[in-house]
């Protein structure tokens, strides 16, 4: 189970912290990661966390602003979000997965998904 926290209204240019509770996987799971999506779109990855390995995959928006961190003592999962702009305003999801992807940021790779959390970037 992936349980998503932290999500709000926050104005342009501020920060936001994103929670991930991590919870009844028998086995390590591959790899962890966000996405968000708005309404009318595709869910698109964000940033993406390998167990394996500790590599981290960002997209082309969050590179510079955004980080991942993987906390596997607590099971938690974060993504500190900075200088956040208006198109960043979106439902976040926090996804895992079994075995690797081609492509670590492409949501339709991820098999286990949590409800969501609301990010609004306003002023």
């Known amino acids: 189970e992936l349980a998503e926290s932290g999500g709000g209204l926050v104005q342009p240019g501020g920060s936001l912290t994103l929670s991930c509770v991590v919870s009844?996987?028998?086995?390590?799971?591959?790899?962890i990661g966000w996405f968000r999506q708005v309404p009318g779109e595709e869910r698109e990855g964000v940033a993406y966390?390998?167990?394996?390995?500790?590599?981290?995959y960002y997209s082309y928006f969050a590179k510079g602003r955004f980080t991942i961190s993987v906390d596997n003592a607590e099971n938690m999962v974060y993504l500190q979000m900075n200088s956040l702009k208006p198109e960043d305003t979106g439902v976040y999801y926090c996804?895992?997965?079994?075995?690797?992807?081609?492509?670590?940021?492409?949501?339709?790779?991820?098999?286990?998904w949590g409800k969501g959390t609301l990010v609004t970037v306003s002023s």
């Open positions: 996804a895992a997965d079994d075995v690797p992807d081609t492509d670590p940021l492409d949501a339709r790779g991820m098999d286990y």
């Open positions: 009844g996987f028998t086995e390590d799971y591959y790899g």
């Open positions: 966390y390998s167990n394996s390995d500790g590599s981290t």
